[in-house]
């Protein structure tokens, strides 16, 4: 999600990310997921975009403030997770890749 603010003051994003998972970590929240929807992106997506893109709308016409963007962020960040873990779609990527990925995901604490 796009947040077209200026940030005057330090917010806190958590800390920076590493190979291990922290759900601490701003940039970990998003990769969770990005993950996620990578297995079938043509299903996934839909679950989200089209409320994803008319908020960045919204906000390039009226910006937010930066406290606020960050929070409804989140908010929508974990409903935008809900919908995507509750979804029932195989994952159509290639077997190489879903190994590739189950490893990962292991070794980031992701099981």
Do not use: C
């Not at 759900?23 to 996934?44: D, G, K, T």
């Not at 975009?49 to 910006?63: G, K």
């Not at 809900?82 to 590739?100: H, I, Q």
């Amino acid at each position: 999600l796009f947040k077209p603010v200026q940030v005057r003051e330090a917010l806190d994003l958590g800390p920076e990310p590493i190979d291990r998972a922290d759900v601490r970590s701003l940039w970990w929240r998003h990769e969770r997921l990005h993950r996620q929807v990578m297995r079938n992106p043509e299903r996934l997506l839909p679950l989200f975009l089209p409320e994803r893109d008319e908020i960045e709308r919204s906000w390039l016409a009226d910006p937010p403030e930066p406290l606020a963007a960050f929070a409804e962020g989140g908010r929508l960040l974990t409903q935008w997770m809900s919908r995507v873990n509750g979804a029932e779609v195989p994952d159509t990527r290639p077997l190489r890749l879903r190994r590739y990925w189950r490893v990962r995901n292991r070794r980031a604490g992701l099981d």
